[in-house]
């Protein structure tokens, strides 16, 4: 065996070889049951062979057994498997090798041999490599972009919360033109620190784009481009290349500084490359080539822009207001927004103020239609999304269109589309009534403030701009949604889904009731269509009992009571009302259904399309095929009413792309409301991850020759 970098351990000095010391950290970016399972697995093949091991676990509920420098300092060596970023940065000096979580499920006992004869790790190094399978994995760009997005949310809401309180308690109109707050008043300081926040907004989004990518030496280059992009006046522009320069930025500053990591030097360089080195040629090179090669371009655009808008005020008002809306739509404070609002805002000077009415009334319409989606599909959006949709309602009513920036970088296809048209709506609604703006503002806050002539007409092109924004971004994100899963074409009528699914004992009513768009039940991955009596393993042939046995469970109110009983496990979630010992379908997708279904038996599913559709997204997300023939889908939604966990034993397997290519024979299904409190879900995905490492109890509950007795043996989790 190689040996181990760094200082040889030190014994007691009586000559006694000491144990090999091995440290391993294992992170999901979707979960934590691939964290667990990987960290059972090292340290299992760690024991076995007479190593000492600590594995410090990175799940969704933080980080737990955390490695401390001493930790560090006495190991002989690191695993790294993870699909996430992880900090490397303390183990420089050791062996490390960095894998994917996959692998660490896979072939533990491989991933210790190979440790010991790994590179030492260079302060600096690279982040840790992607997986190389075990799902379907958002790609590297993604990543990157959700990274960038996620840091920037909390500016936007910060700095568009304070400019608009401060507007509202301390901002009045001017004759001269503009809302305006007293300057040396309370709430001009309030603004300041609100326009702080916004301006950074910008940078803090193309910094951690490139951060994702080239980890801490590419965060500089990628902030400091950020900042280039949104402040025109560096490259002779009247307005900056706003949040689409930034993601440019970020990803060129990210690529950027991954080429450099690859240039080879002098070995007494290489610790200063990452600290001094890339950082200071990086920034150097991304923010010259901004201002001479992107920016000039920017600016000549731009100004030939305003000088087409200038030429088209003789046109039609329907028409102008109708390109006005797209352009305030586009970029929401770039450069497109900012010339058709410049545009704008100089006529009102010349007495022309209804071409600043068609600007006003398409302003807001970016954030309030954001907003709006998040409450008519709540399930499309993530918790912090659906947040975020309320912030951005609120600094819609202030006209503040940065408000929707976070969706629309998430979403580019389906937002900045659906954002154009209601634009494009508002303004042209605004021009053919005549709506005037006498302040280069908009919102409902300017005509709160007796800015806007025409009020009514103002408030019609704002509420319907919002709506079609509203509606085409749920259509299109839901769209994207079902070509995701595979379901392009299946549209879902108003009416058409059911309230119960078929195993709660409700049949499919009518021509197009069922599950998905016709009221099928799937047995075997086959569509039956299912009477009030009858569930989808109830034409598995001999399996008689469980047929008899699901018939039973007709009414939601009586399957709740029996959900009371004394028998149940997991906290009570999980009961022999929601065990199957035989599961009847031959696909994933088709599998998730019938445990839906199973579910369904206690009453507590209330949405179960929304339940199927929810767990088929985070399947999107990352499979919850954990191996060993395993199989943990989950779902925090609210289509159920409480948290309900359901097993289900598969004779032939369904696959379902786990890391280690088996089939899933043993399946649970979690469920739990937005609102349940604390992280109940992600505590019974810890409890089963580790106990299904067990082999003997997976063997146990593969010959369970019935629900009471899988039950007696789940017993055993908690």
Known sequence: MTIPAGPPPTGDGGGEQQRLRLLAVTACPTGIAHTYMAAEKLAQAAESRGIDMKVETQGSIGAENVLDDNDVKHADGVIVAADKDVDLSRFAGKRMLTVGVAEGIRHPEQLIERVMSAPVHTPGGAPTAPASGGGKERSVGYKALMNGVSYMIPFVVVGGLLIAISLSLGGHTDPSGGLVIPKDSFWMDVNNIGVIGFTLMVPILSGY????????????????????????????????????????????????????????????????????????????????????????????????????????????????????????AFDMGGPVNKTAFLFGAGLIATGNQTVMGMCAAAIPVMPLGQGLATLIRKRLYTEQERETGLASLFMGCFGISEGAIPFAAAR?????????????????????????????????????????????????????????????????????????????????????????????????????????????????GVPKQAGP??????????????????????????????????????????????????????????????????????????????LVATALRREAQGTTGLGEQIAIPHAKTDAVSAPVVGFARSAEGVEWDSPDGTKARLVFMIAVPEAAAGDEHLRILALLSRKLMNAEFRERLLAAPDEPAVLGVLREVG
């Open 412 to 524: 580019p296809a389906q937002v900045i589309p659906a954002n154009m048209l209601g634009g494009a709506v508002a303004g042209a609604i605004a021009g053919v009534a005549g709506v005037e703006d006498a302040v280069p503002h908009g919102g409902p806050i300017v005509a709160v403030l007796g800015a806007v002539s025409g009020v009514p007409m103002f408030f019609v092109a704002v509420v319907i701009g919002s709506a079609v924004t509203a509606l085409t971004t749920v259509a299109l994100v839901d769209l994207a949604e079902r070509r995701r899963r595979g379901e392009a074409g299946v549209a879902m009528g108003a009416g058409a889904r059911e309230a119960v699914l078929v195993g709660a004992g409700v049949g499919a009513t009518g021509a197009g009731a069922g599950l998905g768009a016709t009221g099928a039940a799937f047995v075997g």
């Open 209 to 328: 784009i490139a951060y994702a990518i080239g980890d801490r030496p590419a965060l500089v280059p990628g902030m400091v481009g950020g900042w280039i992009a949104n402040t025109g006046e560096l490259y002779d522009s009247k307005a900056g290349a706003g949040f689409i320069g930034a993601i440019v930025t970020g990803f060129l500053a990210g690529y950027l500084v991954l080429w450099i990591k690859k240039v080879p030097v002098p070995k007494f360089a290489r610790p200063i490359m990452p600290i001094i080195v890339i950082p200071i040629v990086a920034t150097t090179a991304l923010g010259l080539f901004f201002i001479y090669v992107i920016g000039e371009p920017i600016s000549w655009v731009f100004e030939n822009l305003t000088d087409w808008l200038s030429g088209m005020t003789g046109t039609s008002a329907i028409l102008l207001g109708a390109i006005l809306g797209l352009m305030i």
């Open 533 to 610: 009596a009858e569930s989808a393993d109830a034409a598995v042939p001999g399996d008689h009992a469980e047929g008899a046995d699901t018939a039973k469970a007709v009414e939601p109110a009586d399957a709740a009571e029996a959900d009371d009983d004394s028998s149940g496990v997991l906290s009570g979630y999980l009961t022999e009302q929601t065990v199957k010992v035989r599961l009847g379908a031959a696909d994933k997708e088709a599998a998730i259904r019938e445990m839906a279904e199973l579910l369904g038996r206690t009453g507590k599913v209330v949405d179960p399309e929304g």
